[in-house]
């Protein structure tokens, strides 16, 4: 069985609300699942960012070494040689 959503109000600009409409009427949507789909976007967006910064941080401690860095260019240069250009 389905659980019942949770209603929330929140205050949007104008131009936003606007934009929203807009989208809600162009794809048949209601407000509600635009919304949703946004919020879902944002949320993703958010979890990406977050992943990306732990990447950062753990290259900070730890970046490529000289072996490291010629072994991604040799790499590099032997993947680009089979595109055609």
């Given at each position: 069985?389905?659980?019942?959503?949770?209603k929330?109000?929140?205050?949007?600009?104008p131009?936003?609300?606007?934009?929203?409409?807009r989208?809600?009427r162009?794809?048949?949507?209601s407000?509600?699942?635009?919304?949703q789909?946004?919020?879902?976007?944002?949320?993703?967006h958010?979890?990406q960012?977050?992943?990306?910064?732990?990447?950062?941080a753990?290259y900070?401690?730890?970046?490529?070494?000289?072996r490291?860095?010629?072994?991604?260019?040799?790499?590099?240069?032997r993947?680009?040689?089979?595109?055609?250009?």
């Amino acid at each position: 069985m389905a659980r019942a959503a949770t209603k929330v109000a929140v205050s949007i600009p104008p131009d936003l609300y606007r934009a929203l409409e807009r989208v809600r009427r162009t794809t048949g949507k209601s407000r509600s699942t635009v919304v949703q789909d946004a919020l879902r976007h944002w949320l993703e967006h958010q979890a990406q960012l977050g992943m990306v910064l732990e990447y950062q941080a753990g290259y900070r401690r730890r970046p490529e070494n000289r072996r490291e860095v010629k072994a991604a260019q040799a790499a590099a240069v032997r993947l680009l040689a089979t595109e055609d250009w």
